[in-house]
């Protein structure tokens, strides 16, 4: 069954990157608003990909296929990551102090 907490995550990690890239931004004094659309637009397909999953799901269920492995949980882990490395590239290029208690 398609997990409505696993999108509600997905969406807090993927604010929480935007508004760390954008102060990233400001802090390098490169604001460029293209670079914010084109970054935007992945955030957004990544949260229709997202919902593409949970309509497979939904699918399979309804028609009852069989068991399908949960790919609603298994693609939003893979979102969080990536955003979670992204995120950490922000704060670290932000403050330099916190770039040597992230990398190894």
Do not use: Q, W
Not at 21 to 45: D, E, M, P, Q
Request: aromatic share 14%; glycine share 8%.
């Amino acid at each position: 069954m398609v997990c409505s907490f696993s999108y509600l995550v997905v969406f807090g990690f993927i604010c929480f990157d935007v508004l760390t890239g954008v102060l990233k931004a400001f802090y390098n004094g490169v604001v460029n608003s293209s670079c914010l659309r084109r970054g935007l637009i992945h955030k957004f397909t990544e949260l229709l990909t997202l919902v593409g999953c949970g309509l497979i799901e939904y699918t399979a269920n309804y028609y009852d296929i069989g068991n399908i492995p949960d790919l609603v949980s298994a693609f939003a882990l893979y979102i969080c990551g990536m955003e979670l490395i992204s995120i950490i590239e922000n704060l670290s290029e932000i403050n330099p102090t916190l770039s040597g208690f992230f990398k190894p």
